[in-house]
């Protein structure tokens, strides 16, 4: 049984001031009600200080059979009966029809304005007849677009709206027949329409299908009449016919058995769906496919004896819901849509109603228990109202809160909250009103028809035991010769949401002592209630969103608060239902009870769960002493493990140090890490200034076992505030006195991604105080430290770069570390494979020149090292390399090192020559061998012997490295080839001893 709440959705009423008993009514936009009684329908005004005015009349061909208001286009339509011939007529500009006898002009679909006439339009009453090959059966019209969709036996036909604009502020309404839906097996009854969307009800089944505009496979489009059955099958569905009612004798009857099939399953369920085009080529919109969406068939129920109209389906509606962000704001506007995000499909049998989210995917989503008999029933965002006899039914509706999850992806999330779609719908209200016949809503107004009906007795044909058959479907009633019963047409305004939303609040507070789940249940309806609100932005009234807003997150506070103190499965929903109440965590816990009862507190899931996550969260909210002190307590007494935790958040910046450490010193460390406590405690330690307790606590672990607890709480290290990244101030005290740790934690808490490579650079300039491109020794000890331990996630090239270029910076500016290094270059070599052993022939070069100062020794070898090992892509430094100059002994050194790993020796053989002698043989040991070994005799040698003709101050120097140039040449060479290399000028005594060397090498071997 749904439950009931006795709560009061309808507020005034007002009656209808109609002179005929109304056959049919329907809303007429924001601000009429059209109601067809005989041959007139009446427009009454339903807005402002005219509520129930009479407005406009206007005659119709005779008894209206259905009458539908189309908002979009802003016109009527309806199913006219005149002399047992039914009519289809559209009434468009009818704000214009001021008395029953103005002039009027009737137009058929589909006809072209002629130009003199077009401006009389601006000023009356169109009608536009629109003639129909078969009967039309019932008729609705598209909320979006203003299409119009007629069914009939066995086919629907779509009429789309067409504008004729005359000029900029008046456009003529028209009709195209664009398209027809042949549907076999199924007689519609009722049909809605709504953006390509089309559901098809008979008296037991019901077909929702959807209309695509792109053919189906990149199928061609082909414009062919429909084709009848072809004789065969007529025949076949003849004898089928016949053999029907063969089997149907007096007393049985054929029930098919109920079904229901969904999505592409639907397509098994036998009504066969073909489409005709009507429409022109140059159409903009066209329907070349139709996707089967649901098909359900329901038994008749014989298990009593009841009449046919028991088991007959009603109230068929297709309700959109649309993107809050795209209403329309002007109807001028006619290229503005609505964008559509979610669609429901509601239809009721006499006990049970069904709800159905259609978009996306088909699910049902509710069912409806009615308590009594219901006649009619019409869905909004909000309420489900059910007429029975003698009551108005307001039930709620999941519709808001399925469409919340396809408007935000980050519903169901710590971030934001919703009430379930499985979440068990309630009446709010049973309103007596005796003698019910219909009912229509629209903006903030139900419609309501009552007749006291005089009893009549129904006479049966047959014995009661005939039950259902369907050669005698019709019963006759026996009605009292007595005068026609009264009758009434109401408007039933509904009362605001925030009203009603007021009044379910003030209702849920009788169950807060309970602490049952009906608080959060009626809470969460009252929040639906306001998002459904939030949602039909077209609705609301000026000045009403904000009020709106305001309410929706004081619905979420107290839903928060719900979630934070009842024991359920669902506690953690405590967290995005304060985070959406915009309450900060100070006002959270201002809203807890902190009484203590019978000495001891119990903290529920669900709290515990938001302030940890909060505290978590970093957020840039400072609790006070009295509340970071409770806090403790509470974590103390329900979470003691996360307690070293709770004490690294930024928020907690006002805890008393000695009273969180007398917490700290209450935990049992045994059963989690005694590390993170150890760290904690020694944070309080320098917070207290008790550098005795903070050693003592630090030296009571290896390095390794406090780089695991930063790793565990990055924060004891890095915390955020207003976005930016601020250290701790245990961590300047690490810069002070143990900057390894602190370097080798910042490494862990990288390798373990709970600090980025940019966060973690920009860490270490704000912990040095350097701003721009200043370069902290430390950071440059953290990038060494990144390439001993071979990060994945690094960028090797980018790292090498940041490296290089500040050696290269600190060597051309002479600039030496502000702190001293961590590591030497031989500790880099040693631990590095990306630091290669500095080439032999560098030494040399380096040792003609004396520097003095070691650091910037340092640097060098390192660059030179980097230079020399095998992963540094050499071309992509050789641009940096500029303010390096040649003319010192680093840059000389570095710029041949680059030159060597591009293989251009001679150019580099050159360079030594010129600058550094006694480097050339060391260097061409080293560097030419193998496919370079020819460079001895084809470069070094003739440059030498060049060199020393010249003669000079470095004479001595190329005599000496043309000795060990000839012994390398001698031992490479042949005699003919080495007697060819040696200079025709030289002396014969100088180069004999290497001649006899050369000569004598094979008898040697």
């Not at 519609?188 to 505009?213: H, Q, T």
């Not at 009603?314 to 309700?319: A, E, P, R």
């Not at 990144?786 to 940041?802: M, Y």
């Not at 001595?956 to 000839?966: A, D, H, P, R, V």
Request: one cysteine or more.
């Amino acid at each position: 049984m749904v439950q009931l709440y006795n709560l009061h959705p309808f507020g005034s009423q007002q009656v209808v001031p109609c002179k005929l008993e109304p056959e049919r009514f329907c809303g007429g936009g924001p601000d009429a009600l059209f109601v067809a009684a005989g041959s007139k329908v009446e427009a009454f005004a339903v807005a402002g200080q005219e509520l129930c005015q009479p407005r406009c009349a206007f005659s119709t061909l005779g008894r209206v059979l259905r009458l539908v208001y189309s908002e979009a286009g802003d016109y009527l339509v309806a199913i006219e009966e005149k002399n047992q011939a039914t009519f289809l007529r559209a009434y468009v500009n009818w704000r214009s029809k001021r008395t029953e006898n103005s002039r009027v002009c009737i137009r058929m679909v589909g006809h072209n304005v002629e130009a003199p006439f077009r401006e009389t339009f601006r000023d009356q009453m169109s009608i536009v007849e629109m003639p129909l090959s078969e009967t039309p059966l019932c008729i609705s019209c598209c909320p979006v677009k203003g299409d119009l969709l007629v069914g009939c036996t066995n086919k629907l036909v779509l009429f789309s709206l067409k504008y004729q604009i005359i000029n900029e502020e008046f456009p003529v309404l028209d009709f195209e027949r664009s398209l027809i839906i042949h549907i076999h097996n199924i007689t519609p009854v009722e049909i809605s329409f709504c953006v390509g969307y089309v559901a098809v009800m008979s008296d037991l089944e019901v077909l929702i299908l959807k209309l695509e505009s792109n053919p189906k496979n990149g199928e061609s489009v082909h414009h062919h009449p429909y084709k009848p059955n072809s004789p065969v099958t007529q025949a076949n569905d003849e004898g089928t016919s016949n053999e029907t009612l063969q089997l149907e004798s007096e007393d049985f009857v054929i029930c098919q058995k109920p079904m229901e099939l969904l999505g592409q399953n639907s397509e098994q369920s036998g009504v066969s769906v073909t489409l005709e085009s009507t429409g022109l080529d140059d159409e903009k919109i066209k329907y070349f496919h139709v996707q089967h969406l649901l098909y359900r068939r329901f038994a008749p129920d014989i298990s009593s004896y009841v009449l046919s109209d028991d088991i007959k389906l009603h109230s068929l509606q297709l309700l959109p819901i649309y993107q809050t962000d795209s209403l329309t704001s002007e109807r001028k506007n006619l290229s503005q849509e609505k964008e559509l995000l979610s669609l429901f499909c509601f239809f009721s049998l006499p006990h049970v109603g069904y709800l159905y989210l259609v978009v996306k995917s088909v699910e049902l989503m509710s069912v409806y228990q009615y308590p009594e008999k219901s006649q009619q029933a019409v869905l909004t965002p909000q309420f489900l109202h059910v007429i029975t006899s003698n009551n108005l039914q307001c039930f709620t509706v999941r519709c808001s809160a399925a469409a919340a999850r396809e408007e935000d992806p980050y519903v169901d999330s710590t971030l934001k909250a919703c009430p379930p779609v499985s979440m068990d719908v309630c009446a709010l209200r049973i309103q007596l009103f005796i003698g019910l016949k219909a009912i229509c809503h629209f903006k903030n107004h139900i419609i309501l028809l009552t007749k006291a009906d005089p009893e009549a007795i129904p006479e049966r044909r047959e014995a009661p035991r005939r039950l259902l058959s369907r050669k005698d479907t019709s019963v006759k009633l026996k009605t009292p010769p007595v005068a026609e019963a009264g009758w009434n047409l109401y408007i039933v305004n509904t009362i605001s949401p925030v009203q009603l939303y007021k009044e379910m609040v003030d209702y849920s507070n009788t169950y807060k002592t309970a602490k049952t789940q009906s608080c959060i249940h009626l809470l969460s309806e009252a929040h639906l209630l306001v998002r459904a609100a939030l949602m039909d932005a077209s609705q609301l009234e000026p000045g009403e969103k904000a009020e709106l807003l305001e309410a929706f997150k004081e619905s979420c506070g107290h839903l928060g608060d719900c979630y934070s103190r009842l024991d359920t499965q669902y506690s953690h929903l405590a967290l995005p239902y304060y985070k959406m109440s915009g309450l900060s965590m100070a006002e959270v816990l201002a809203r807890v009870d902190w009484a203590v009862e019978e000495g001891s507190q119990k903290y529920e899931r669900g709290l515990i769960f938001y302030i940890s996550h909060s505290l978590y969260e970093n957020l840039d909210e400072e609790l006070s002493e009295e509340l970071a002190v409770k806090v403790v307590q509470m974590f103390h007494v329900a979470e003691p493990k996360q307690l070293p935790h709770i004490l690294c958040s930024p928020s907690m910046k006002n805890i008393n140090p000695l009273t969180a450490m007398s917490y700290l010193r209450k935990l049992d460390t045994s059963g989690f890490s005694s590390i993170l406590v150890t760290l904690t405690k020694a944070a309080m330690a320098l917070k207290m200034g008790d550098l005795d307790m903070y050693r003592k606590e630090v030296k009571s672990h290896s390095e390794m076992k406090l780089v695991c607890g930063f790793i565990l709480e990055p924060r004891l290290l890095i915390q955020q505030k207003k976005g930016q990244m601020v250290p701790t101030e245990l961590a300047v005290h690490l810069k002070e006195t143990q900057p390894g740790l602190l370097v080798a934690s910042i490494l862990g808490l990288q390798k373990n991604n709970k600090i980025g490579i940019e966060e973690s650079d920009s860490f270490f300039k704000v912990l040095c105080g350097k701003d721009g491109d200043m370069i902290p020794q430390l950071l440059v000890d953290f990038w060494e430290a990144q390439l001993i331990a071979c990060l994945p996630d690094v960028l090797l090239q980018e790292l090498f770069f940041k490296l290089t270029s500040q050696y290269i910076w600190r060597l051309s500016k002479k600039q030496p570390p502000d702190t001293i290094p961590l590591r030497t270059s031989k500790d880099l070599i040693n631990a590095c494979s990306h630091y290669g052993l500095i080439y032999p022939w560098v030494n040399v070069l380096i040792t003609s020149d004396s520097l003095a100062d070691k650091n910037y020794t340092e640097d060098l070898s390192k660059l030179q090292s980097l230079i020399c090992g095998p992963s540094f892509d050499i071309a992509s430094i050789v641009p940096f390399l500029e303010p390096l100059s040649e003319d010192t002994v680093a840059g000389l050194s570095v710029q041949v090192l680059c030159r060597t790993r591009l293989k251009e020796y001679e150019q580099c053989i050159d360079t030594l020559l010129e600058r550094c002698p006694e480097a050339v043989v060391p260097y061409a040991n080293h560097e030419l061998k193998e496919e370079n070994r020819t460079l001895w005799w084809k470069k070094l040698l003739p440059e030498l012997c060049q060199r020393i003709k010249c003669g000079g101050e470095k004479y001595q120097l190329y005599l000496s490295s043309l000795k060990e140039t000839l012994s390398v040449v001698a031992v490479e060479l042949e005699l003919r080839d080495f007697l060819n290399v040696l200079p025709e000028d030289g002396t014969a005594a100088f180069f004999l001893p290497y001649l006899l060397y050369c000569s004598q090498k094979k008898s040697l071997t």
